[in-house]
């Protein structure tokens, strides 16, 4: 595994590519948000560690034109903020985990094993109606074979919602099955990436797929 270590603390950058050395992995450290985009640009990487505050582009700015170019790349944040609003932010933007510093090695490898098992088994198919879903690319595309592009965490609501087409599904719901939380925290980003993901499937098919179903939540329904 060939792992990016974007951070500006150098001696926690020395310490993580130690550690991922030992367990017999390459990585490469940036000390700025410029040095890390110019790394990826020229390198393949399998995992990007980033801390939010860096200097020149922030880790939020590097995750977001990551997934802009559509990068299959494993994200995990790495960060000393812990406001579930900078989480929310994170997730949304498209990173695939995030730690508080700090934290143990043994934790952060854990959970980069664990997204790798989770990526190397999603190497299929769903269909809903004329959509289909690449678990793999992470986007849709339809029967013409027009693709489009989704979030992170677009991609895991569609999902979540194909696999429970027809059934109303409340925010408490979602938040629990798709963001990992157990509450409902007080933020609309639910309602906007519905709202975007609703967009995008009607610009796929020309359909509304997604449907508001007043006091009580989102239902997906097919033909």
């Not at 922030?58 to 299959?72: A, E, F, M």
């Not at 677009?154 to 087409?165: C, N, P, Q």
């Not at 409340?170 to 099955?177: A, P, Q, V, W």
Request: charged fraction near 30%; proline fraction near 1%.
């Amino acid at each position: 595994m060939h792992v990016l270590i974007a951070e500006d603390e150098r001696q926690i950058a020395e310490s993580l590519s130690k550690n991922f050395m030992d367990e017999g992995h390459r990585s490469n450290i940036a000390n700025d948000g410029d040095e890390a985009l110019k790394l990826i640009n020229s390198t393949d990487f399998d995992l990007v560690l980033l801390d939010w505050k860096m200097p020149r582009y922030t880790g939020l700015d590097v995750c977001k034109i990551i997934r802009s170019k559509n990068s299959l790349v494993s994200i995990i944040f790495i960060t000393a903020l812990e406001d579930i609003s900078n989480k929310l932010e994170a997730f949304n933007a498209g990173a695939d985990d995030y730690i508080v510093k700090p934290f143990l090695f043994q934790e952060l490898f854990a959970r980069v094993n664990a997204i790798s098992r989770r990526v190397g088994k999603e190497q299929e198919i769903f269909e809903f109606n004329e959509i289909k879903l690449d678990l793999n690319k992470r986007n849709i595309f339809s029967d013409s074979n027009y693709e489009i592009h989704l979030s992170d965490k677009e991609f895991d609501l569609f999902k979540y919602m194909v696999l429970h087409k027809g059934t109303v599904l409340n925010k408490e719901n979602l938040f629990r099955n798709v963001w990992g939380f157990g509450f409902v925290p007080k933020t609309n980003c639910c309602e906007a990436i519905i709202k975007n993901l609703r967009k995008k499937i009607e610009e796929l098919t020309g359909k509304n797929y997604i449907k508001n179903i007043y006091g009580e939540g989102y239902i997906l329904i097919g033909d």
